[in-house]
Each structure stands twice: as C-alpha cells, then as structure tokens.
C-alpha cells in the first residue's frame, strides 16, 4: 500500500508542478506579446504629421481655445501655434468648457490626456505629440491582456486567448488606432470590458440564473463611461441590446412552447411567467444604461447641424456600391495588410490581389471554425452572442448610414465598437487548426460525423494557419508602421517641400475658415515648416497665414484682397483648401501655370502677386 501511495502522491504533486508550470508559462507568452506589442505601437511614433483631429484633441487637452488664433487678418507662425503652447494654469474645467463649446466630443479622454500631458509640459516650449500619442499607445497596449481576457471567458480557452491576444499585438487597424492621438484605444478597451459583461450574462441566462450584482454595477458603469468617451460607443451599446433582444425572444418562444408542460409539474410552475426571473437585473442594466444616455440627447440633437461634423451628412455620401467595398476593407485591415498607399500602381495592384488571395483562401476556413464552435455545447452561447453582436454591429452601420444619410464606412477609426468582436472570432475560428482535441472528443461521443469532417478538414491544415495569420499581421503592422497604409488624411510633410522650392519671395497660406478643423490643417502645415528649417543650417524663412472666415461665398475672397493690397510684393500667395473655389480669380494676382502633384488634405494652387 505505501508504493501505491507514494506513487500517486508523487503523480499528484507532479499534475500540480504542470499546472502551476502551465500557468507560468501562459503569463510569460502575454507578457512577450505585450512587450511586442509595445515596441511595435512605438516605433516611428512621430513619423506621421499629425492631422486635424489630433491637433483638436491636443489643443483642447491642454485647456486651451482655437478662438484664440486672429481671422481675417495675416499672422506669424508662432500666433497660428500658440495654441500648442501649454498653459499651466488651465484646469479640467477649462479643458470641458472649451470641447463642449467649439467641438462634438464628449470629454472624457481630453480630461485624461490633460493630466497626462501636465506631467510632461513646460511653459516655454509647444506640445509634445510624441507625449500626446504615447497615451494613445498605454490604451492600445492594454487591449492586448483584455483581449486574452475576452477570448479565455467567452471559449474557456488559454489558446483562443494566446491566439487573440498575438492577433491584436500585430493587428495594422489596431497599431494604426494606438498611434493616433484620440479616444478610440480607450474606446476599444470598453468594448471588450463591455463584451465580457455580454458573455457572463449570457452564461448566466442560459444556466437560468441571476446576473450578480458586482456584474450588473460593472456594466452599467462601463456603458456610462463608454458614451463619455466617444458617442459611437452607443452603437456598441445597441449591438448588445440587439444579441440580448435576440435571446429574449428565444426564451419568450420557449416559454409559450412549452407554457403547458411548466403547468403539470408543480416545482416548475414557478418558471411559468412572462417576465422570467433570471432577467430582472439584464433590465437594470438597460434602464440604467438609458438614464446614463438621457444627459447626452441635447448635444447628440446638435450633432448633425454642427460644421464640424457636416462632412459625414453629406446628402450624396453615402453609396452602396463604394460603401460596401469600403466595409470589407475595414474589416481586412484588422488583421491583415499590405502596401496600398504611397507605392506606384503596379506594386498596389500585386499586393491588392495577394491580399484578396490570401482573404479568399482564409474565408473557408474561418466559416468552418465558427461552426465548429457554434456546436461546442460548453461555449455555444457565448460564440452565437459574439457573433450576433458582430452582425448586429454590420446591420447598424448600414442601417445609419441608409437613414441618416450619413456614411459610416467613410472612415476606418468608426468601426472600433466591433473590432474586438472579430479578432476573438478569428482566433476561435483558427484554434481549431491549432489544438481541436477537446473538440473531437466531444463530437465522437456524440456521434455528429458531419462536424467531424469539419474538424478534421482545419485539422489537416494545421499550425502554420495560425502561423500564417501572425506572419500576415506582422507584415501590415509593418506596413503601417512605413507608412504604405493608414496614411494621416493631411500631409503637410509633402507641401511644405513645395512651398519652399518657390520661396525667394515673401509668402502667405492662405485658407477659407469655418470651424477649428481649416485652423487645425494649417498649424499642420506651419508645424511642418518649423521641422523643416530645424533640419537645415539656413535661417528660416516662415511664411504668413491667413484665415478667411466665410458666411458667404464671395466675403472670403474680398477679405483675402483686402490684406493683400496691405502685404508687401512681390508675394506668393498659396491657396489651400480655399473653398467654395479652389481657383478663385484674385485681383493683382495671377496663378501659377505649373501643374504640381495632389496630395491628402489639401487642394492648393500658387498666385504670384505683384
């Protein structure tokens, strides 16, 4: 007796060395993708110019106004980038006043970037981007753990963790997110904490049990936040509402199905009612959620009348046969990726249809993945909730984008809400290729041949899917990273050097102002010049700028006339993004017939004006 004893108190001691080994060696694999995925949302941090936007949320950040830049008048650099320049006596209130005031965004994450950027600001020297987009980059980082989380809860699998957390280290739609500075890594980071909320509630519901309490506190704080971080979140808020709908509705059948059978058996009489129990507290959370919305509709009413947002309600943007492709696109860079932009046709058009290859080839595979997990009786529902919410989010896109006219496919950084979404589907789908044992157990027991075929078909494919899934992501992070995708939409890097090969005589930058988005393109464009004469040994010759402020179409362009005649000649007068005309005739001046190259964000032509 005491060998067999021995024997196995030596084998327990030895399953207990393997789970604590496995254990470690599962923290050591997310502590590497975390290191990875840090490196690789740092590199070339600053190597884009910032844009618009991220000009708004620095400006605002340090509690500063763009009412404070002179219109209608010709003014130096430094007086166009004053803004940047860090007031270290602003405060949060500041901060809130002047969003709310002159932006759309709820104001959350300027609060955040406002402490953060406090930590690092001087009073004699303009804002740091390297600063501003680094918390951007922790937000980013830290959906990499979450996403593991997600992936664990939802499938109960260390490898469907492992695999969605490598995916989102080198997803090129997450590191071009991360590297932006704006709201929507934090925004992602909700999304997930709000979708495992989901995946307890569905377990829950489908065991017929209440949601605890800590759960329902949770989530009804995390939608709350979500909204004050960035408005879309809300659609992430209807995603969830809609797979909830959808199980109500299952479970409403189920109860008139078998309303009568529930009669006859005296212990279950109790079950017999509409308002099942074990929902009571899924209410809470809606009706709570509701009232944490309620204070946001007066400026969600002001939205669609607000310049700042009119570009997205455009009458003619939204069509079906752009908007489509656009979609699919959106989805494709979440996880893979190749050069696209800044590259001549013929290299596009090689990488395009490798690209479209390599999607046509996985599609299957993912298709049988999720079926297989579909009919994996311990993860069932929370697959089917996830890829409920996934469909849902592609119903609402498509449904705003019909109804209010305004096309949601028109910008990849609007589609965060159901990014977590597919990479944790993908790496469900995939880790069948990697370690379908669990899953063959069971459908033999069973007896489902057909689903066995299945998994005996992504069982033949075996690791290098996966492999190749990482390889894929790695190089669009790459090229993300170069800057042959998800380029910035303005780039002053490639005007500047224009402006300056012309440049003998006096200049002015001239644009038509209607909102703090034309003042955000030129500190762009002046930014620019700053960093292009800190690299040359000449002393610099900084253009001026001038903002025309319009309300009618021909008041911008007399404006314009009327500082000129005040400036001194010769001058070369650059229009940018000078609307309702990009060639408007100027008096005195006569346009440059040269033809120059077209670039992102700016639409511009050269007047000599004598």
Same mark, same amino acid.
């Given at each position: ?41 740092l590199v070339n941090l600053t190597a884009k110019p910032p844009w618009n936007d991220e000009f708004a949320t620095v400006v605002f950040s340090l509690g500063n106004s763009f009412r404070t830049v002179p219109i209608d008048q010709a ?13 270290l006596n602003a405060g949060v209130n500041d901060v809130i006043q002047h969003l709310m005031s002159e932006s759309t965004h709820p104001p959350i994450y300027f609060v955040l970037m406002h402490l953060w950027m406090k930590l690092f ?120 509402a809609l797979v909830l709908l959808s199980f109500w509705i299952e479970d409403f059948y189920n109860w008139i199905k078998h309303r009568n059978e529930l009669q006859k058996v005296p212990y279950l009489q109790q079950r017999n009612s ?58 494709? %860079?979440?996880?893979?990726? /190749?050069?696209?932009? @800044?590259?001549? *046709?013929?290299?596009? &058009? #090689?990488?395009?249809?490798? !690209? ?96 066995? %075929?299945?998994?005996?078909? /992504?069982?033949?494919? @075996?690791?290098? *899917?996966?492999?190749? &899934? #990482?390889?894929?992501?790695? !190089? ?135």
């Amino acid at each position: 007796m005491k060998p067999q004893s021995r024997q196995i108190k030596n084998s327990n001691q030895h399953q207990q060395l393997f789970r604590i080994s496995s254990v470690g060696w599962q923290v050591f694999l997310l502590l590497g993708w975390i290191i990875v995925g840090s490196i690789l949302r740092l590199v070339n941090l600053t190597a884009k110019p910032p844009w618009n936007d991220e000009f708004a949320t620095v400006v605002f950040s340090l509690g500063n106004s763009f009412r404070t830049v002179p219109i209608d008048q010709a003014i130096a650099l430094d007086t166009l980038l004053q803004p940047l320049q860090p007031n270290l006596n602003a405060g949060v209130n500041d901060v809130i006043q002047h969003l709310m005031s002159e932006s759309t965004h709820p104001p959350i994450y300027f609060v955040l970037m406002h402490l953060w950027m406090k930590l690092f600001s001087t009073d004699d020297e303009l804002a740091s981007f390297w600063v501003a987009r680094s918390l951007s980059v922790i937000f980013g980082v830290a959906t990499i753990p979450a996403i593991f989380g997600l992936g664990y809860l939802a499938f109960r699998s260390l490898i469907v963790g492992q695999i969605a957390a490598a995916m989102m280290v080198v997803s090129p739609y997450g590191i071009y997110q991360a590297q932006e500075a704006r709201h929507y890594t934090l925004a992602i980071l909700l999304v997930i904490a709000s979708l495992c909320c989901l995946v307890l509630a569905i377990r829950n519901l489908q065991r017929r049990e209440r949601l605890p309490v800590w759960v329902v506190l949770l989530w009804v704080f995390i939608n709350a936040l979500g909204i004050a971080v960035h408005y879309f979140f809300f659609l992430s808020i209807c995603a969830t509402a809609l797979v909830l709908l959808s199980f109500w509705i299952e479970d409403f059948y189920n109860w008139i199905k078998h309303r009568n059978e529930l009669q006859k058996v005296p212990y279950l009489q109790q079950r017999n009612s509409f308002i099942l129990t074990h929902w009571y507290r899924i209410y809470t959370v809606a009706i709570s959620t509701v009232i944490s919305s309620l204070v946001w509709i007066p400026v969600w009413q002001s939205i669609p009348d607000n310049q700042v947002t009119q570009w997205i309600f455009d009458e003619n943007s939204f069509n079906l046969l752009e908007s489509i492709p656009q979609f699919l696109a959106w989805i494709i %860079t979440m996880f893979a990726l /190749l050069p696209i932009e @800044g590259a001549n *046709v013929p290299v596009m &058009l #090689f990488f395009g249809a490798v !690209l479209i290859g390599y999607v046509v080839w996985l599609l299957p595979l993912i298709i049988k993945g999720i079926q297989i997990q579909i009919s994996y009786p311990p993860t069932r529902w929370e697959n089917q909730a996830l890829l409920r919410y996934f469909l849902a989010a592609i119903t609402l896109v498509f449904t705003i984008s019909f109804s209010f006219g305004a096309d949601l496919t028109i910008a990849a950084r609007y589609h965060f809400f159901y990014f977590p979404v597919v990479i944790v589907l993908l790496a469900a789908a995939v880790t069948i290729c990697w370690d379908s044992n669990k899953v063959l157990e069971f459908l033999v027991s069973v007896g489902n041949l057909r689903q066995q %075929t299945l998994v005996y078909s /992504l069982k033949s494919k @075996g690791k290098k *899917v996966v492999i190749l &899934l #990482f390889v894929m992501g790695l !190089l669009g992070s790459i090229t993300v990273l170069s800057n042959f995708a998800y380029q910035k939409p303005d780039r002053p890097d490639l005007l500047v050097p224009i402006i300056e090969r012309v440049s003998q005589n006096s200049t002015l930058i001239a644009t038509t102002h209607f909102t703090h988005e034309q003042v955000g393109e030129m500190m762009g464009l002046a930014l620019e010049f700053k960093h292009y004469y800190s690299h040359k040994n000449s002393s610099p010759n900084f253009p001026l700028f001038f903002l025309a402020h319009s309300e009618q179409n021909s008041s911008s362009i007399k404006t314009l006339e009327k500082n000129i005649l005040q400036l001194p000649k010769p001058l070369n007068l650059w229009l940018v993004n000078f609307f309702p005309t990009i060639e408007p005739t100027i008096s005195g001046c006569l346009i440059d017939s040269e033809i120059r190259p077209k670039m992102n964000g700016y639409k511009y032509r050269l007047y000599h004006c004598l």
